[in-house]
């Protein structure tokens, strides 16, 4: 993802991005997975830094990616990832084999990230958020974290999503 600052500058470590690209061709992103990739950055600066929507939000404008995103969806992420994390983190943790802080922080902003959009944004179909965050953990996070994710997810959306996915059966 794209920084702000020069790392040596950056009280965050940068969130690194693997050489593969599973996700298709560079520049061939939409705006909504530019927005997730970016609300993943400012989760991933939360979780190890800390600080308020508003400031991570703020950071995120500065950055080269911020103008190809869904500017609205983005903050929608953000803001409501941040304003509910307590009750994100009792949704996921009876489907997790592990404590949250055992958890990689990248692998956490997925799930929050991703937990958020199953409870809370209809519109996108689950199979969608479920691929999202797998995309992003192949891109993002550790070798198997992408397999962890989806199948915490599955769980998840077998909750969240029962009628869409009775409906889809």
Known sequence: MTQTKPASESSTPPLKQSTSNPAGKPGRKTRRRRSREL???????????????????????????????DEGYLCALLRGVLANVPELEKEIQPHLDRPFKELSP?????????????????????RAVINEAVELAKTYGGTDGHKYVNGVLDKLAAKLRAIEINANA
Do not use: C, D, K
């Open 39 to 69: 609300a993943l950055q400012g989760l991933y600066q939360w979780r190890v830094a800390g600080g308020t929507a508003q400031a991570i939000e703020a950071q995120l404008r500065e950055t080269n990616e911020f103008p190809r995103t």
């Open 106 to 126: 990248v692998e956490v902003a997925i799930l929050l990230l991703s937990t958020h959009e199953l409870a809370n944004h209809p519109e996108m179909p689950y």
